[in-house]
């Protein structure tokens, strides 16, 4: 960015778009600083950051030379240029125009220039259709966004020239991949950024030059609000002048701004303060109040004028900084130390690279070239790792060490201060191949104890910062180091200048250099035994002694042969789609264990971890809106002898939380606990299974089960997930199922799991799948009963009549075939509406059966109610002619559904049920049919797996493509719910426009209200989950519509009532506030809920609230608040009109990743900003 003083004007590159969305004011700071008003901050010397500039250079000359040998004489290189020169500026723009003109097959540094912007593109290459297709070069490993904006920007400048260009863009990855990226994801979201920088640089008052006024800290410039990152040089020396509540350590942005809501913006202000902010707990506030106070009377509270000095420069030995045990029993988390105690320390490169090793396989980035470990006596040892070769060398004879040690030494732990260490053991065992298992058990063990979280918990350190070396200090005595010579990153740069230094054949140097590293090393591990030490000392002054590790069965598992066997045919596989299917395989194999593996280590993570800082899929309880309905008592007319209560929790739930009547989540205490628990090895809390009776809008009933006869009265502080099932039954399926694949290698088997993971066409006896006919059911039927083997798939939007057709289907198989069928689905309402939907299509009751879910009313099912063991004596009773409903349980179970004793199997909402339970569940039938739409909510998997069999069947069949190709099935392309004008926008958001809207749609009419989608952008600051203003704006929408004329179009038109209506929400808080809103206004009939409680449902008008003011504000971010399944199923409740109300400050905000980057980009096309 530079200011031209001729002219007065801010000529700013795509870097700014970048330097703006990290940090507002620090941005226009800088503007400031060019026009005089003050000085610029010097931002601190960054060796890392210069090493990858000038690898970046070198990745970008590569790329370069393998062009000029793919097209010589056809790269036209355009001579570097300053943009301030004006006249090298024009010839440089004059000779791209040129280039872009002609026949070049390459245009290396395009540049381009107009009255606001300069910028050069690294690579515009001509594609097939003589289009120009922009490319960048980047170092990183993955696509950033700040990347995809510079591509936008350079894909603007080719439309303001009138230059045909590539809808999609490319960034070359330092890795050798490409990753590439459509132009409609990316470039509204590139104008959104421009208009804010526009909108900030005319703030800046350009004309009145040095006179003119900067931005002043705090200053959120009305309706612009600027943004400050808080982290950056000029934030932090702003920061510090006024003694910012930013200073406080932990202080988050979202609490800061609820803190200067209440005029609390100094630490000195917090630390007076007595009363909590809305929206903020009392626990939360009481913590950041006492961090403020000890910042306040500490030493190296980081406070004054000299915390911006930078640490090498510092020559005297640093403060002590007071401390208070703020929570005792979190030091009990402490294991008991033992003899054979490690305290290890990794140092690593994250920019070393090799060769690839195979032609085309990606190039391999980042080293830890240093394990260094110190016992219990101080003793070190060093393992250097100086290739990958060496690196997977050192990792071997490490876990050999371990091994070896917890032989000698049971009790022994691993200790280390932050996560670093375990998280790259494991990625370094997954990139080698090699003793995954170890490391999974040394994890899953508890061999690992990290202290960061123990002294978060425990402590309350009156300093900015809590990195081991902010705490040194308070245990190392006269051996505190004295300065930070060598911060991590500088350690790296030394590091890289001895293997150089080696390289060179200066051996001695070289060693000396990695002597130095290796004494710092040393210290780090030192350092973090020492710190173990002190704590234990803390513990043993509160009356604590360290236990013995007790922990569950649950957290282990050992991974299957069969996924070993099916992992080595990957590897010899012919093609890479058969390779992919192997692995997939493999993957499926454990996938249960996977999946029970993450829930235990995350349950016994939450135990372990404070309730402020747990993550999704929670529901912290406020106690005063808690209460015992029922006390302790024994159930009368039943055989129940032990006693039991009802308690009514209510609290915050977290985006995505989904509770269920019926559940088993677990009711979290505080410890002690008030009844007998099992110990868990450094847990602050103890877990209750509960019983789910009754689920509110903001949280639960509950029945609690006393524990051998003793009962209590405390309440719990959080509900947390329910364990998952047993696999039981679906682990042997999925086991036969590969053994299967196994036996046929290096073939396949003929059977449709098989094709799926192929994603095959349907394998047919005859021509290709049936069309034309007009009649989809007629043609759907036909398909099938060609099937060899294989799948069928139907998508199904919303309001297309998907289960009309798959009812029919069924219907006409069973009665004209004579088809043994089975429904299954994720839930049982959902196979139970699909089973009654065929019974209205024409299969007598009598040949349609399930066993109701526990609890349900048998006398009110539409088919034949059976025991739970009943489904094999149903199908042996008839021999064709049938259909029977169930769980996934159910179809891999033999003693229920011989394999392949149905004809076929329907997986009903397909779009939300895995790979792996498709594959379960495909052993008990010939064909299956795959319904759903992957475009309504997504399937939700709880484990991390080696391949995407956690992706729903249906969303795998289609790779990504929004509409199911003309070779896998049918799509349903008319809706006979939503006008044309409400299905246009819906259809452009998930259907590649390719969804319309059936004519009789358009009969209905509202009076005075016009249909289609209405965007309500309302602006308001500092919402995360509930909004008032936009419940005030739902009412207003309410008021106005009650009473009007509705037309439906095939029935007498009558007055819309309120519960024509509905309201949805992403968030369980704003549900509440939007009830409580339209309650008070009487409008209490209004259905209001999240997307989860209207999927199938329809409405005349739906309104959707987004209810966060922006992405920084909401909860999980924009990648959840604007996720387009979500938007899809909110907005096509509507059969008439949609209303969208949301916070203008969504359209501000520059997502984290390229995925956010898209949402955002269909989310202003949708409500009009694109």
Same mark, same amino acid.
């Given at each position: 960015?530079?200011?031209?003083?001729?002219?007065?004007?801010?000529?700013?590159?795509?870097?700014?778009?970048?330097?703006?969305?990290?940090?507002?004011?620090?941005?226009?700071?800088?503007?400031?600083?060019?026009?005089?008003?003050?000085?610029?901050?010097?931002?601190?010397?960054?060796?890392?950051?210069?090493?990858?500039?000038?690898?970046?250079?070198?990745?970008?000359?590569?790329?370069?030379?393998?062009?000029?040998?793919?097209?010589?004489?056809?790269?036209?290189?355009?001579?570097?240029?300053?943009?301030?020169?004006?006249?090298?500026?024009?010839?440089?723009?004059?000779?791209?125009?040129?280039?872009?003109?002609?026949?070049?097959?390459?245009?290396?540094?395009?540049?381009?220039?107009?009255?606001?912007?300069?910028?050069?593109?690294?690579?515009?290459?001509?594609?097939?259709?003589?289009?120009?297709?922009?490319?960048?070069?980047?170092?990183?490993?993955?696509?950033?966004?700040?990347?995809?904006?510079?591509?936008?920007?350079?894909?603007?400048?080719?439309?303001?020239?009138?230059?045909?260009?590539?809808?999609?863009?490319?960034?070359?990855?330092?890795?050798?991949?490409?990753?590439?990226?459509?132009?409609?994801?990316?470039?509204?979201?590139?104008?959104?950024?421009?208009?804010? !920088?526009?909108?900030?640089?005319?703030?800046?008052?350009?004309?009145?030059?040095?006179?003119?006024?900067?931005?002043?800290?705090?200053?959120?410039?009305?309706?612009?609000?600027?943004?400050?990152?808080?982290?950056?040089?000029?934030?932090?020396?702003?920061?510090?002048?006024?003694?910012? $509540?930013?200073?406080?350590?932990?202080?988050?942005?979202?609490?800061?701004?609820?803190?200067?809501?209440?005029?609390?913006? #100094?630490?000195?202000?917090?630390?007076?303060?007595?009363?909590?902010?809305?929206?903020?707990?009392?626990?939360?506030?009481?913590?950041?109040?006492?961090?403020?106070?000890?910042?306040?009377?500490?030493?190296?509270?980081?406070?004054?004028?000299?915390?911006?000095?930078?640490?090498?420069?510092?020559?005297?030995?640093?403060?002590?900084?007071?401390?208070?045990?703020?929570?005792?029993?979190?030091?009990?988390?402490?294991?008991?130390?033992?003899?054979?105690?490690?305290?290890?320390?990794?140092?690593?490169?994250?920019?070393?690279?090799?060769?690839?090793?195979?032609?085309?396989?990606?190039?391999?980035?980042?080293?830890?070239?240093?394990?260094?470990?110190?016992?219990?006596?101080?003793?070190?040892?060093?393992?250097?790792?100086?290739?990958?070769?060496?690196?997977?060398?050192?990792?071997?004879?490490?876990?050999?060490?371990?091994?070896?040690?917890?032989? %000698?030494?049971?009790?022994?732990?691993?200790?280390?201060?932050?996560?670093?260490?375990?998280?790259?053991?494991?990625?370094?065992?997954?990139?080698?191949? #090699?003793?995954?298992?170890?490391?999974?058990?040394?994890?899953?063990?508890?061999?690992?104890?990290?202290?960061?979280?123990? $002294?978060?918990?425990?402590?309350?350190?009156?300093?900015?910062?809590?990195?081991?070396?902010? !705490?040194?200090?308070?245990?190392?005595?006269?051996?505190?180091?004295?300065?930070?010579?060598?911060?991590?990153?500088?350690?790296?740069?030394?590091?890289?200048?001895?293997?150089?230094?080696?390289?060179?054949?200066?051996?001695?140097?070289?060693?000396?250099?990695?002597?130095?590293?290796?004494?710092?090393?040393?210290?780090?591990?030192?350092?973090?035994?020492?710190?173990?030490?002190?704590?234990?000392?803390?513990?043993?002054?509160?009356?604590?002694?360290?236990?013995?590790?007790?922990?569950?069965?649950?957290?282990?598992?050992?991974?299957?042969?069969?996924?070993?066997?099916?992992?080595?045919?990957?590897?010899?596989?012919?093609?890479?789609?058969?390779?992919?299917?192997?692995?997939?395989?493999?993957?499926?194999?454990?996938?249960?264990?996977?999946?029970?593996?993450?829930?235990?280590?995350?349950? +016994?993570?939450?135990?372990?971890?404070? $309730?402020?800082?747990?993550?999704?899929?929670?529901?912290?309880?406020?106690?005063?809106?808690?209460? =015992?309905?029922?006390?302790?008592?024994?159930?009368?007319?039943?055989?129940?002898?032990?006693?039991?209560?009802?308690?009514?929790?209510?609290?915050?739930?977290?985006?995505?939380?989904?509770?269920?009547?019926?559940?088993?989540?677990?009711?979290?205490?505080?410890?002690?606990?008030?009844?007998?628990?099992?110990?868990?090895?450094?847990?602050?809390?103890?877990?209750?299974?509960?019983?789910?009776?009754?689920?509110?809008?903001?949280?639960?009933?509950?029945?609690?089960?006393?524990?051998?006869?003793?009962?209590?009265?405390?309440?719990?502080?959080?509900?947390?997930?329910?364990?998952?099932?047993?696999?039981?039954?679906?682990?042997?399926?999925?086991?036969?199922?590969?053994?299967?694949?196994?036996?046929?290698?290096?073939?396949?088997?003929?059977?449709?799991?098989?094709?799926?993971? !192929?994603?095959?066409?349907?394998?047919?006896?005859?021509?290709?799948?049936?069309?034309?006919?007009?009649?989809?059911?007629?043609?759907?039927?036909?398909?099938?009963?060609?099937?060899?083997?294989?799948?069928?798939?139907?998508?199904?939007?919303?309001?297309?009549?998907?289960?009309?057709?798959?009812?029919?289907?069924?219907?006409?198989?069973?009665?004209?075939?004579?088809?043994?069928?089975?429904?299954?689905?994720?839930?049982?309402?959902?196979?139970?509406?699909?089973?009654?939907?065929?019974?209205?299509?024409?299969?007598?009751?009598?040949?349609?059966?399930?066993?109701?879910?526990?609890?349900?009313?048998?006398?009110?099912?539409?088919?034949?109610?059976?025991?739970?063991?009943?489904?094999?004596?149903?199908?042996?009773?008839?021999?064709?002619?049938?259909?029977?409903?169930?769980?996934?349980?159910?179809?891999?179970?033999?003693?229920?559904?011989?394999?392949?004793?149905?004809?076929?199997?329907?997986?009903?909402?397909?779009?939300?049920?895995?790979?792996?339970?498709?594959?379960?569940?495909?052993?008990?039938?010939?064909?299956?049919?795959?319904?759903?739409?992957?475009?309504?909510?997504?399937?939700?998997?709880?484990?991390?797996?080696?391949?995407?069999?956690?992706?729903?069947?249906?969303?795998?069949?289609?790779?990504?493509?929004?509409?199911?190709?003309?070779?896998?099935?049918?799509?349903?392309?008319?809706?006979?719910?939503?006008?044309?004008?409400?299905?246009?926008?819906?259809?452009?958001?998930?259907?590649?426009?390719?969804?319309?809207?059936?004519?009789?749609?358009?009969?209905?009419?509202?009076?005075?209200?016009?249909?289609?989608?209405?965007? =309500?952008?309302?602006?308001?600051?500092?919402?995360?989950?509930?909004?008032?203003?936009?419940?005030?704006?739902?009412?207003?929408?309410?008021?106005?519509?009650?009473?009007?004329?509705?037309?439906?179009?095939?029935?007498?038109?009558?007055?819309?009532?309120?519960?024509?209506?509905?309201?949805? #929400?992403?968030?369980?808080?704003?549900?509440?506030?939007?009830?409580?809103?339209?309650?008070?206004?009487?409008?209490?009939?209004?259905?209001?809920?999240?997307?989860?409680?209207? %999927?199938?449902?329809?409405?005349?008008?739906?309104?959707?609230?987004?209810?966060?003011?922006?992405?920084?504000?909401?909860?999980?971010?924009?990648? +959840?608040?604007?996720?387009?399944?979500?938007?899809?199923?909110?907005?096509?409740?509507?059969?008439?009109?949609?209303?969208?109300?949301?916070?203008?400050?969504?359209?501000?905000?520059?997502?984290?990743?390229?995925?956010?980057?898209?949402?955002?980009?269909?989310?202003?096309?949708?409500?009009?900003?694109?």
């Amino acid at each position: 960015m530079r200011y031209d003083e001729v002219t007065g004007r801010v000529v700013w590159s795509a870097s700014d778009l970048k330097a703006a969305a990290e940090c507002e004011f620090a941005w226009l700071r800088l503007i400031d600083a060019k026009l005089g008003r003050v000085d610029a901050v010097d931002e601190p010397e960054d060796l890392t950051l210069a090493r990858a500039g000038r690898l970046g250079t070198q990745h970008e000359l590569r790329v370069l030379d393998r062009y000029r040998d793919d097209f010589p004489g056809r790269v036209v290189e355009i001579p570097e240029t300053r943009s301030s020169d004006a006249v090298a500026l024009a010839a440089a723009v004059a000779q791209t125009r040129d280039a872009l003109a002609s026949d070049a097959a390459v245009v290396y540094q395009a540049a381009f220039s107009t009255d606001e912007f300069v910028g050069f593109a690294d690579f515009l290459v001509r594609d097939e259709a003589g289009r120009w297709l922009v490319q960048d070069t980047k170092l990183a490993r993955r696509a950033r966004v700040t990347a995809l904006m510079q591509l936008a920007a350079y894909v603007d400048q080719l439309d303001l020239l009138g230059v045909p260009r590539s809808d999609r863009v490319e960034l070359l990855l330092g890795d050798g991949t490409t990753s590439a990226h459509a132009v409609p994801d990316i470039l509204p979201v590139f104008d959104l950024r421009r208009a804010r !920088l526009r909108a900030l640089i005319a703030d800046r008052d350009l004309a009145s030059g040095a006179a003119g006024s900067p931005i002043a800290w705090g200053d959120g410039r009305g309706a612009l609000r600027v943004v400050a990152c808080g982290r950056c040089a000029t934030c932090d020396l702003e920061a510090t002048r006024h003694r910012d $509540v930013l200073l406080v350590a932990g202080m988050r942005p979202s609490q800061r701004e609820r803190l200067a809501a209440a005029g609390i913006r #100094t630490v000195d202000e917090l630390a007076a303060a007595t009363t909590a902010p809305p929206r903020m707990s009392g626990d939360v506030f009481a913590g950041l109040r006492t961090q403020a106070r000890l910042q306040l009377t500490s030493p190296a509270g980081g406070l004054g004028a000299d915390t911006a000095t930078p640490a090498s420069l510092v020559t005297v030995a640093p403060p002590v900084p007071t401390f208070e045990v703020v929570l005792p029993r979190a030091l009990g988390a402490l294991p008991r130390p033992d003899h054979g105690d490690l305290f290890f320390d990794f140092e690593g490169d994250p920019l070393y690279t090799e060769s690839a090793t195979a032609p085309g396989a990606p190039v391999p980035w980042g080293i830890d070239y240093l394990f260094g470990w110190v016992d219990t006596r101080e003793r070190y040892t060093a393992l250097w790792a100086h290739t990958l070769a060496d690196e997977r060398r050192a990792l071997e004879t490490f876990l050999d060490i371990v091994a070896l040690r917890r032989q %000698q030494h049971p009790g022994m732990h691993i200790y280390h201060y932050a996560p670093y260490e375990p998280t790259h053991l494991l990625a370094m065992a997954a990139r080698h191949g #090699t003793r995954e298992a170890d490391v999974d058990r040394l994890l899953s063990d508890g061999v690992f104890v990290d202290l960061y979280p123990i $002294v978060r918990r425990a402590l309350r350190v009156g300093s900015r910062s809590y990195s081991i070396k902010k !705490l040194e200090p308070l245990y190392m005595g006269d051996q505190v180091r004295t300065s930070d010579v060598q911060r991590g990153d500088d350690s790296i740069v030394r590091y890289v200048e001895a293997r150089a230094l080696a390289d060179d054949g200066r051996d001695a140097e070289a060693a000396a250099i990695l002597d130095d590293l290796a004494d710092y090393n040393r210290y780090d591990c030192v350092s973090t035994l020492r710190l173990r030490d002190w704590l234990v000392d803390r513990a043993r002054e509160a009356g604590l002694v360290p236990s013995a590790d007790v922990e569950a069965a649950e957290n282990v598992y050992e991974p299957s042969p069969r996924a070993g066997a099916l992992a080595r045919l990957a590897e010899a596989a012919s093609s890479d789609e058969e390779q992919l299917a192997l692995r997939l395989g493999a993957a499926a194999i454990d996938y249960y264990p996977r999946e029970r593996k993450t829930f235990w280590a995350a349950h +016994f993570l939450r135990l372990r971890e404070p $309730v402020s800082i747990w993550a999704e899929d929670v529901v912290v309880l406020d106690r005063e809106r808690c209460r =015992v309905l029922a006390d302790w008592h024994l159930p009368e007319g039943t055989r129940a002898r032990t006693l039991r209560r009802t308690v009514e929790l209510c609290g915050e739930l977290a985006p995505g939380t989904r509770l269920s009547e019926g559940g088993a989540p677990y009711a979290v205490y505080e410890l002690p606990a008030p009844f007998p628990a099992p110990p868990h090895p450094r847990a602050i809390h103890a877990p209750r299974i509960v019983s789910v009776r009754e689920v509110l809008d903001n949280g639960v009933v509950v029945d609690e089960l006393a524990v051998d006869g003793i009962t209590w009265q405390e309440l719990p502080i959080a509900l947390t997930p329910a364990a998952p099932p047993s696999a039981g039954a679906q682990q042997d399926a999925i086991d036969a199922w590969a053994d299967s694949l196994i036996s046929a290698a290096p073939s396949f088997p003929a059977d449709p799991a098989t094709d799926l993971l !192929l994603r095959r066409p349907p394998r047919l006896r005859g021509d290709g799948l049936v069309r034309g006919t007009g009649d989809d059911v007629s043609d759907i039927v036909r398909s099938i009963v060609a099937l060899d083997r294989s799948y069928l798939a139907v998508q199904g939007p919303p309001g297309t009549g998907k289960t009309y057709v798959g009812s029919h289907v069924v219907a006409r198989l069973v009665r004209e075939h004579g088809y043994r069928v089975g429904v299954v689905a994720q839930s049982h309402a959902t196979v139970e509406h699909m089973l009654a939907r065929i019974v209205d299509a024409g299969v007598p009751a009598t040949q349609v059966a399930k066993a109701p879910k526990s609890g349900g009313a048998d006398a009110d099912l539409p088919f034949t109610p059976i025991p739970k063991n009943g489904m094999a004596a149903f199908i042996e009773g008839r021999p064709s002619g049938f259909v029977v409903g169930g769980t996934a349980w159910d179809f891999s179970n033999t003693t229920r559904v011989a394999r392949g004793g149905l004809d076929l199997l329907v997986i009903d909402e397909a779009g939300q049920f895995s790979l792996a339970s498709t594959i379960a569940v495909s052993v008990a039938a010939q064909r299956l049919l795959l319904l759903g739409d992957p475009q309504q909510l997504p399937q939700v998997s709880q484990g991390t797996h080696p391949e995407p069999v956690d992706t729903a069947a249906l969303g795998w069949l289609m790779d990504g493509e929004p509409v199911i190709g003309d070779d896998r099935g049918y799509f349903l392309a008319r809706t006979w719910r939503m006008r044309p004008e409400v299905a246009a926008p819906v259809s452009r958001l998930s259907y590649d426009g390719r969804l319309d809207a059936h004519p009789s749609t358009s009969a209905r009419r509202l009076d005075g209200v016009p249909a289609g989608l209405v965007p =309500v952008p309302l602006d308001h600051v500092g919402n995360a989950t509930e909004a008032p203003e936009e419940a005030d704006a739902v009412v207003a929408i309410v008021r106005d519509l009650v009473g009007r004329e509705w037309m439906p179009g095939d029935a007498p038109a009558r007055p819309l009532t309120a519960a024509d209506i509905i309201v949805v #929400t992403p968030y369980n808080a704003q549900q509440v506030v939007v009830e409580n809103a339209l309650a008070a206004a009487g409008f209490a009939e209004v259905p209001v809920g999240t997307v989860d409680r209207f %999927q199938g449902q329809e409405a005349v008008v739906a309104i959707v609230s987004l209810a966060a003011s922006s992405g920084r504000d909401a909860p999980r971010g924009l990648d +959840f608040l604007l996720l387009q399944n979500r938007l899809n199923v909110a907005i096509s409740r509507a059969m008439h009109t949609a209303y969208v109300v949301y916070g203008t400050g969504l359209l501000d905000d520059l997502p984290y990743t390229p995925e956010g980057v898209a949402r955002l980009s269909a989310f202003a096309r949708l409500v009009g900003h694109a």
